[in-house]
């Protein structure tokens, strides 16, 4: 990529002489802007079309526009500078066009490679390795991408906004009586925002709409070679987790995915604020399949090939959730669905740990005295109540983490008991009764205050202070929250997002 971008600025420089070049041509002013060309002017750009022709760049809108004038007889200057502006960014692209396809080849080949390494590695087959074919290739080029354009029509559809931005920047100096000059800030902004826009390297970060195209055009390369050993392969949605991480990648991540059949699968959505139920078949770029595109952001997500049996990844095993004890008499599908959804959100450390040491069992009013999901630390069993979404589990998995990693932390109990004491005792309405809760602020809710004893002088030590083993949901809504709407928590309890991202590592 840092190749492409030399290219992008050696050729874009060229371009932006030629652009000069025609800016001396013309020599506009507001007098003759709107004025009908002369012949010597006519008859230039009716060469320059003739050549354009037999270079072949005379497609889609631009091929419209430039006959268009080419067959007038009575073209106005302004048009004359349009079609100049349009040709000089398309014999640019068509400078680029060549490197790009070979960059871009060569990068889709390798993950197209890497796919069907990650099945032997799964598998433990020594399958050959094979290259991508040039119709493969060509065929991914031309299905179209998360913003709905083949790769052909979406670089067409950039050039028309370039020019048009360019064209119009000319049209306002030429208004306001400035000589134009490619090496006014005007120009060189406009021109530095669309080279950022197509492709930008920061700090060895990559962003831009090309490195957005690329990675698209990887992922369903690397499908397609995982597809070619395995045809009924899963994959797993992989997201880089650090600050910048959203919260739609956040919510796929570690889920995994059929590439060639139907998925059901919840993920959060920017437009509509909130976790959704999504249903779709195979991999779909923009919704199950990087770059996801609902809130626009510079997506660096991946995938993954897993195999149904044991899950591999590159960093080892990762043991699938089994249910155990399962109940009988009851279709208990969709709180498995919640359970399964859960575990997917975890890291591999916390899986694994839930693997060895925890049962889930899922429950119906008909079958226990109880009406609430809940966590038994004595037995070590997450008791799921039917009808429980996944953020209900993860609640619970949040009581198990509290169990095993911090009943004995000094600093996580200080920083509890810290809570408590700031918080005011109260009395709230709670499933039709009154019930003792700490009311704060930095709660999530308020049921993170919830006090789990009707006696309350029994939950007061001797100094009258509320003891904090008795407010029992204050971690385990904090981990809920930690996953369904992070920033919320990191706002609130900033303290309890850094401690549990710590505890997650």
């Known amino acids: 990529m840092k190749e492409l971008k030399k290219i992008y600025q050696k050729i874009g420089l060229q371009t932006q002489n030629k652009l000069q070049e025609i800016f001396k041509v013309l020599d506009l002013s507001y007098d003759n802007l709107y004025n009908i060309a002369d012949k010597k002017t006519k008859d230039m750009v009716n060469v320059k079309i003739d050549e354009w022709n037999n270079k072949g760049l005379l497609t889609g809108y631009f091929g419209m526009l430039a006959r268009n004038i080419y067959g007038k007889t009575r073209a106005k200057n302004s048009e004359i500078l349009e079609v100049l502006i349009y ?3 398309i014999e640019e692209q068509s400078k680029l066009d060549e490197y790009e396809r070979q960059i871009i080849y060569d990068d889709m080949n390798y993950y197209y490679k890497e796919g069907q390494e990650e099945v032997n590695r799964a598998s433990k087959k020594k399958n050959p390795i094979l290259d991508m074919n040039d119709i493969l290739f060509l065929s991914l080029l031309a299905m179209n991408n998360h913003m709905g354009y083949e790769f052909d029509a979406y670089i067409e559809a950039t050039i028309k906004i370039n020019v048009d ?12 009586q400035q000589e134009l000059d490619i090496d006014n800030p005007d120009f060189q902004s406009i021109l530095k925002k ?19 195209q690329i990675i698209e055009l990887n992922n369903k390369a690397k499908i397609e070679g995982i597809k070619s050993l395995d045809k009924e392969a899963k994959v797993r949605f992989v997201a880089i987790e650090d600050e910048a991480t959203t919260k739609m990648c956040q919510s796929l991540n570690n889920q995994t995915f059929n590439i060639n059949d139907w998925n059901t699968f919840y993920r959060y959505s920017k437009n509509n604020d909130r976790i959704m139920k999504y249903k779709c078949f195979g991999l779909i770029p923009g919704l199950n399949l990087p770059p996801i595109d609902d809130g626009f952001h510079w997506c660096r997500s991946k995938v993954q090939y897993v195999n ?6 590159n960093n080892g095993i990762i043991v699938p959730y089994i249910r155990k004890n399962v109940v009988s008499g009851y279709n208990t599908s969709k709180e498995e669905e919640a359970i399964n959804d859960a575990i997917n ?14 049962k889930f069992e899922i429950i119906t009013k008909n079958m226990s005295d109880f009406n609430y999901s809940r966590y038994d630390s004595k037995n070590k069993i997450i008791y799921i109540y039917e009808n429980a979404d996944k953020y209900e589990v993860i609640h619970e998995i949040g009581h198990f983490v509290e169990d095993v990693a911090l009943k004995n932390n000094k600093d996580y109990l200080k920083l509890k008991q810290e809570l ?5 005792l109260a009395q709230i309405k709670r499933d039709n009764r009154t019930v003792y809760a700490l009311k704060n602020n930095s709660f999530i809710d308020e049921y993170q205050g919830y006090i ?20 029992t949901e204050i971690f385990s809504e904090s981990f809920r929250e930690y996953f369904e709407n992070p920033q919320k928590l990191k706002n609130k309890l900033p303290r309890f997002y850094n401690m549990i991202k710590e505890l997650l590592k």
């Open 345 to 358: 959100f975890l890291p591999k450390k916390l899986k694994d740990v839930l693997d060895k040491n925890m």
């Open 194 to 212: 669309q080279s950022d826009k197509k492709l930008n390297i920061k700090d060895n970060k990559m962003f831009g709409s090309m490195d957005l």
């Open 87 to 89: 040709g000089a960014y």
């Open 452 to 471: 789990h004893c009707n006696n309350i002088n029994e939950v007061k030590d001797r100094y009258g202070r509320i003891k904090p083993e008795y407010v």
């Open 165 to 176: 931005q360019l064209y119009r920047q000319a049209i306002l100096n030429i208004q306001q």
């Open 308 to 313: 149904n049996s044991t899950l591999k990844d």
């Open 420 to 424: 408590v004491d700031s918080s005011k």
